[in-house]
């Protein structure tokens, strides 16, 4: 599904990501995890030719995202809340964005109905702008937004961050159901282990722009990832 | 702990990104302060010699301290308009361990530093010395200066409070400006001579120095005024929007116009729902009238110059389209890696800017005509300026977008806002203005002066027969920047 070959991304020659080789299948729910730094955002924004590689290229269902721009037609994409338009009602942005995925008004509203215990009331129906939401219910918007149109692959930075914990395991819950019913391939990263180690099929280590782990998800996934991320001081202590 | 405050006002300044105005900004910013400042010398130096030719024989002292308050209303209306509010981000200092009244007290204290409260410097110190001094001993010129200088505090005061409160209501400022002209009124038609009172005022400290004592208690007062607002301000949910239901107006209509009209509603709601482009799309309905102006006959000359005609066809027709569009793309800057991540073609987004652009100009072509009454050319003049404003100036205006280098910030008013101006405005700007007059007195030079607006009018009409090809040309150019564009806006 989503092909990564020879990526590096470097700032004045400093080199903050090198990924020479990488293949996520398709279904697959990708996990990335890694400090601040790790070059998580970055992969993610070249992924959505936001930002263009130093060397490499990425491969979207055959398409090479840097030169075609037709792999936008199965993409959906929630980075951070500069994805929304804050001058708009919820509504207003998810049918500016349904007109965009050529949802049809009827579509639109039984989509967003599946979303109502995930909204908890606090998103449709406000009178509200959304630069007025809090953070919280800003990025349910934009995850939400995000799955419109039935996308094949659905790229989410740090979902779960801002997040109260009841809507934090209806995500988990929501992410694992929209990949089983659709197929789709998610990448997703997040800082709380936990999250990240349940909802994922795949998980990734990043450390300093480079591949560290990459494990299929088992029983022990959550204690190996918890432990790399453990500092080795205080092992040392006892 | 004041030099502690000050300290950081000066790294917020010097280090933040709204202010990290372009060289090319600070430079015009300059050439208007100078400007400013030497027609107020020049105005300081000749006031004598004007007001005695309007008044012969009567005591110039007495008449200038019966303008004075005339002055002051205005400037009252112009600071409102542009003086910024000192805007330090308390937000942090409120979990320090500061008082509330000493961070209220820095915020009044700093806003004194202002361009406005030195302008005046530059026509009372030669009043003071050319005319009062005249006529006055040294002391009750001093006196007088002073009592000056303190009704500007005053009046700074006052303004910077007026702008707290209609920080809070928008429409206060219409309100200031009926009760002004009410004030006026009263005062034009003899009801109650206020100037005329304040010049007595003056002419009274004059004579009786000691007076002026009782100035004092006018800033004081308003200082303690801005203080109390503060105090009850100073509060976290106070900073941030208010909490209070939208209304919310339905652009669906739109709808029908299919993929362009989804995107002129974003326009739309973009236009009225911000306050920056909410506020220069006001003042482009203020610059309607802005015909009275120009369109008036200079005295001892019959006929005005071209160049004025030119002028006002951008100003009055277009000015809409050329301050919008000076900051196209940068308007949509916030949410523009989320575009760039649709499948939307860039092609719509520049087609559904110049359909908007287009509706705009058209009305303001219509809006306009009115002035032909005073001058029947305008019919053909404005047309020109019409077709030339949507067949050359909206091409230029999408070129030098592609540059377009700093995010906008959308809530604030966009009068004196510098934020997200950069050398590509300022370059913009003059082809935009002195694109078309130059170009005038060319055509005028081969085809004589109604050839030379037909010139015009007829680039822009092959500007607009060519708009698909340009906009598909454009389009292709805007998906190569595409990186660098997300990149300046992330930066800024």
Same mark, same amino acid.
């Given at each position: 599904?989503?092909?990564?070959?020879? =990526?590096? @991304?470097?700032?004045?020659?400093?080199?903050?990501?090198?990924?020479?080789?990488?293949?996520?299948?398709?279904?697959?729910?990708?996990?990335? $995890?890694?400090?601040?730094?790790?070059?998580?955002?970055?992969?993610?924004?070249?992924?959505?030719?936001?930002?263009?590689?130093?060397?490499?290229?990425?491969?979207?269902?055959?398409?090479? $995202?840097?030169?075609?721009?037709?792999?936008?037609?199965?993409?959906?994409?929630?980075?951070?809340?500069?994805?929304?338009?804050?001058?708009?009602?919820?509504?207003?942005?998810?049918?500016?964005?349904?007109?965009?995925?050529?949802?049809?008004?009827?579509?639109?509203?039984?989509?967003?109905?599946?979303?109502?215990?995930?909204?908890?009331g606090e998103i449709l129906g406000k009178k509200k702008f959304i630069r007025d939401f809090s953070k919280g219910n800003q990025k349910k918007v934009g995850i939400v937004a995000a799955l419109m149109g039935k996308p094949e692959i659905v790229v989410l930075d740090e979902p779960f961050a801002n997040l109260?914990?009841?809507?934090?395991?209806?995500?988990?819950?929501?992410? @694992?159901?929209?990949? $089983?019913?659709?197929?789709?391939?998610?990448?997703?990263?997040?800082?709380? =282990?936990?999250?990240?180690?349940?909802?994922?099929?795949?998980?990734?280590?990043?450390?300093?722009?480079?591949?560290?782990?990459?494990?299929?998800?088992?029983?022990?996934? =959550?204690?190996?990832?918890?432990?790399?991320? @453990?500092?080795?001081?205080?092992?040392?202590?006892? | 702990?004041?030099?502690?405050?000050?300290?950081?006002?000066?790294?917020?300044?010097?280090?933040?990104?709204?202010?990290?105005?372009?060289?090319?900004?600070? /430079?015009?910013?300059?050439?208007?302060?100078?400007?400013?400042?030497?027609?107020?010398?020049?105005?300081?130096?000749?006031?004598?010699?004007?007001?005695?030719?309007?008044?012969?024989?009567?005591?110039?002292?007495?008449?200038?301290?019966?303008?004075?308050?005339? !002055?002051?209303? /205005?400037?009252? #209306?112009?600071?409102?308009?542009?003086?910024?509010?000192?805007?330090?981000?308390? +937000?942090?200092?409120?979990?320090?361990? #500061?008082?509330?009244?000493?961070?209220?007290?820095?915020?009044?204290?700093?806003?004194?530093?202002?361009?406005?409260?030195?302008?005046?410097?530059?026509?009372?110190?030669?009043?003071?010395?050319?005319?009062?001094?005249?006529?006055?001993?040294?002391?009750?010129t001093a006196v007088w200066f002073l009592s000056l200088l303190i009704l500007i505090f005053s009046n700074h005061l006052l303004a910077i409070y007026l702008k707290w409160r209609f920080n809070e209501a928008e429409y206060g400022f219409i309100i200031l400006l009926v009760a002004l002209a009410g004030l006026?009124? #009263?005062?034009?038609?003899? #009801?109650?001579?206020?100037?005329?009172?304040?010049?007595?005022?003056?002419?009274?400290?004059?004579?009786?120095?000691?007076?002026?004592?009782?100035?004092?208690?006018?800033?004081?007062?308003?200082?303690?005024?801005?203080?109390?607002?503060?105090?009850?301000?100073?509060?976290?949910?106070?900073?941030?929007?208010?909490?209070?239901?939208? +209304?919310?107006?339905?652009?669906?209509?739109?709808?029908?116009?299919?993929?362009?009209?989804?995107?002129?509603?974003?326009?739309? +709601?973009?236009?009225?729902?911000?306050?920056?482009?909410?506020?220069?799309?006001?003042?482009?309905?203020?610059?309607?009238?802005?015909?009275?102006?120009?369109?008036?006959?200079?005295?001892?000359?019959?006929?005005?110059?071209?160049?004025?005609? /030119?002028?006002?066809?951008?100003?009055?027709?277009?000015?809409?389209?050329?301050? !919008?569009?000076?900051?196209?793309?940068?308007?949509?800057?916030?949410?523009?890696?989320?575009?760039?991540?649709?499948?939307?073609?860039?092609?719509?987004?520049?087609?559904?800017?110049?359909?908007?652009?287009?509706?705009?100009?058209?009305?303001?072509?219509?809006?306009?005509?009115?002035?032909?009454?005073?001058?029947? +050319?305008?019919?053909?003049?404005?047309?020109?300026?019409?077709?030339?404003?949507?067949?050359?100036?909206?091409p230029i205006m999408f070129w030098s977008g592609m540059y377009s280098k700093k995010r906008l910030d959308l809530s604030q008013s966009s009068a004196m806002n510098y934020q997200g101006v950069s050398a590509t405005q300022w370059l913009g700007a003059l082809p935009l203005m002195l694109g078309p007059i130059?170009?005038? !007195?060319?055509?005028?030079?081969?085809?004589?002066?109604?050839?030379?607006?037909?010139?015009?009018?007829?680039?822009?009409?092959?500007?607009?027969?060519?708009?698909?090809?340009?906009?598909?040309?454009?389009?292709?150019?805007?998906?190569?920047?595409?990186?660098?564009?997300?990149?300046?806006?992330?930066?800024?």
């Open positions: 599904m989503l092909q990564i070959q020879n =990526l590096i @991304k470097a700032y004045n020659k400093e080199i903050v990501l090198n990924i020479p080789e990488l293949t996520i299948e398709k279904g697959e729910i990708f996990g990335l $995890v890694g400090n601040n730094g790790a070059g998580k955002t970055t992969l993610f924004n070249i992924v959505l030719d936001l930002i263009t590689a130093s060397k490499g290229q990425v491969i979207s269902k055959g398409i090479i $995202v840097r030169e075609s721009e037709d792999w936008k037609d199965f993409t959906g994409s929630f980075i951070d809340e500069t994805f929304l338009i804050g001058y708009l009602t919820a509504e207003e942005y998810f049918g500016f964005i349904a007109g965009l995925r050529r949802m049809s008004k009827t579509e639109t509203s039984i989509f967003l109905e599946t979303y109502t215990d995930f909204f908890n109260d914990p009841s809507s934090q395991y209806k995500l988990r819950k929501l992410i @694992k159901n929209f990949a $089983v019913q659709n197929g789709t391939t998610f990448l997703i990263s997040d800082h709380t =282990l936990e999250n990240i180690a349940d909802v994922s099929t795949r998980l990734i280590i990043l450390e300093k722009g480079k591949i560290v782990r990459d494990v299929p998800k088992t029983e022990t996934t =959550l204690q190996d990832v918890e432990a790399f991320f @453990k500092p080795v001081v205080e092992a040392e202590m006892f | 702990m004041n030099q502690n405050l000050f300290s950081l006002a000066w790294r917020e300044t010097v280090r933040s990104a709204y202010w990290g105005k372009s060289l090319a900004t600070n /430079i015009a910013l300059g050439i208007l302060a100078l400007y400013f400042s030497v027609n107020f010398l020049i105005l300081g130096l000749y006031v004598p010699k004007i007001l005695n030719e309007s008044f012969p024989n009567a005591d110039l002292v007495s008449k200038f301290n019966s303008i004075v308050l005339a !002055y002051f209303a /205005i400037d009252l #209306i112009i600071r409102q308009l542009m003086q910024k509010l000192p805007t330090v981000s308390f +937000k942090p200092l409120l979990l320090q361990n #500061i008082r509330r009244r000493t961070i209220a007290n820095y915020l009044l204290t700093r806003s004194v530093l202002n361009f406005f409260n030195v302008l005046p410097f530059f026509l009372l110190v030669p009043v003071a010395i050319n005319l009062v001094s005249e006529t006055h001993t040294g002391t009750a006026f009124a #009263i005062n034009h038609f003899g #009801i109650i001579d206020f100037s005329g009172g304040m010049g007595k005022l003056l002419d009274l400290i004059l004579l009786y120095p000691a007076i002026s004592i009782a100035l004092l208690l006018l800033p004081v007062l308003l200082y303690f005024l801005n203080v109390r607002f503060l105090l009850s301000r100073m509060f976290i949910n106070m900073l941030s929007a208010k909490q209070k239901e939208e +209304k919310i107006r339905d652009y669906s209509w739109l709808d029908r116009l299919g993929e362009n009209g989804r995107f002129i509603a974003l326009e739309l +709601k973009l236009i009225w729902r911000n306050k920056r482009p909410r506020s220069l799309a006001m003042l482009s309905v203020l610059f309607l009238s802005y015909g009275l102006l120009i369109y008036r006959p200079q005295h001892g000359q019959q006929e005005i110059p071209d160049f004025l005609f /030119i002028l006002g066809g951008i100003l009055l027709v277009g000015m809409f389209s050329v301050s !919008y569009g000076q900051f196209f793309p940068a308007w949509h800057s916030n949410y523009f890696s989320m575009l760039m991540c649709q499948r939307l073609t860039m092609k719509q987004f520049l087609r559904s800017f110049y359909m908007l652009v287009t509706v705009i100009s058209v009305s303001c072509y219509f809006l306009t005509l009115p002035y032909a009454l005073l001058y029947p +050319k305008i019919i053909y003049t404005h047309l020109a300026m019409l077709l030339y404003n949507l067949g050359v100036n909206i130059s170009l005038f !007195y060319l055509f005028k030079l081969a085809f004589g002066t109604i050839g030379g607006y037909a010139a015009l009018g007829t680039l822009g009409l092959i500007g607009i027969l060519f708009h698909s090809l340009i906009i598909d040309f454009f389009s292709k150019q805007y998906r190569k920047q595409k990186h660098q564009l997300i990149r300046n806006y992330k930066n800024s």
